[in-house]
């Protein structure tokens, strides 16, 4: 009998698409086992504007998206960010290009 195999994926964070972005952009990670994921905006002084996820995933490929706003609401302005993933020990950045 025949059985599928489910695929494997590698720890990483992908580019954003599209970059530069207005009004939002998606971001793509992937996981290769279980792990509690955060992943946060920050601006080019390294301050966290956002929070877009911080909880336990288990392995797989995953979508986020960010509207260019603050954990308060608010837009930010245009601008340089970076876009943090922090999986275990695994802590890549990208940088992410705001255009209002």
């Not at 599928?4 to 695929?7: A, C, F």
């Given at each position: 009998m025949w059985k599928?195999?489910?695929?494997r994926y590698?720890?990483?964070?992908?580019?954003n698409f599209p970059?530069?972005?207005n009004p939002s952009t998606t971001i793509e990670y992937s996981l290769a086992k279980?792990?509690?994921?955060?992943i946060g905006i920050f601006d080019a002084g390294g301050r966290k504007i956002?929070?877009?996820?911080d909880g336990v995933k288990p392995p797989g490929l995953y979508r986020e998206v960010w509207n260019g706003k603050?954990?308060?609401g608010a837009n930010v302005s245009s601008g340089i960010f970076f876009c943090r993933l922090q999986?275990?020990?695994?802590?890549p950045v990208k940088?992410?290009?705001l255009l209002r």
């Open positions: 599928r195999v489910p695929p590698r720890t990483e964070l992908h580019q970059n530069p972005f279980q792990n509690r994921v955060r956002r929070s877009l996820v603050n954990d308060r999986a275990g020990e695994f802590m940088k992410i290009v």
